[in-house]
């Protein structure tokens, strides 16, 4: 007997050598490829747990509690997601937006930790990336870009998928409104957020606590100088 769910066991997949063997990259880089889908999948799917192990490791998980949170938490790390800001639902026409952005003073050099999801489906688009980024404009650094977990609902006749073989880019009928719509959601965000630094505890040393009868005594010794 097992748990409930969904078990992938890959075995001897590349046992017949076929020809697409030689122009896999090393280990390394080819394990961090599947760690990104399965991270996408777990952050579209906060209701569906998510365990992935390698080479006998635990190197991610998820609880299905069916909070965002949670994937957010396992994706973007403690410190990261301690400095994100929540970006309540917000409704423009027929779209919806919603997720997690870090504070402003939390940015990172590259937009590697930027994700967007449109009806679930993991993309990536440089409209929403300006979009994201003009709500920050004259919040961050020059040359730092914002971390995010970003959804976006909309009719299925507003988006075009097949614009793209991986399905990983798409093309919306109405630009403007995806972009005010993101935008929008994310200045309203960080308007209300206070920006303040959320710094990890460090050991500090305790003071010394000084007597007051040595009070009296270095007074003395002023006083008679």
Known sequence: ARGRGT???????????????????????????????????????PEIAFTLVRDGKQIFATAGDNKLITPVFSVFGREATANMVEVPAFQRDSLRAWGYITKPHYCRPNRSMQHFFVNGRYIKSRL??????????????TGKYPSCALFLEMPLNLVDVNVHPAKTEVKFAQEKIVFETIYIACKNALEKNDNIPVMQPTATQTP???????????????ENI
């Open 128 to 141: 929403l990336q300006a979009a994201v980024e003009e709500a920050y404009r004259n919040r961050m650094i």
């Open 208 to 222: 010394k606590v000084i007597r007051e009868d040595h009070i009296t005594q270095e007074q003395q010794k002023i």
């Open 7 to 45: 078990t992938i066991t890959v075995n001897d997949l590349f046992y017949n050598t076929p020809a697409r063997m030689k122009f896999l990259k090393k280990d390394f880089t080819e394990a961090g490829y599947v760690t990104d889908v399965v991270e996408h999948a777990a952050l579209s799917h």
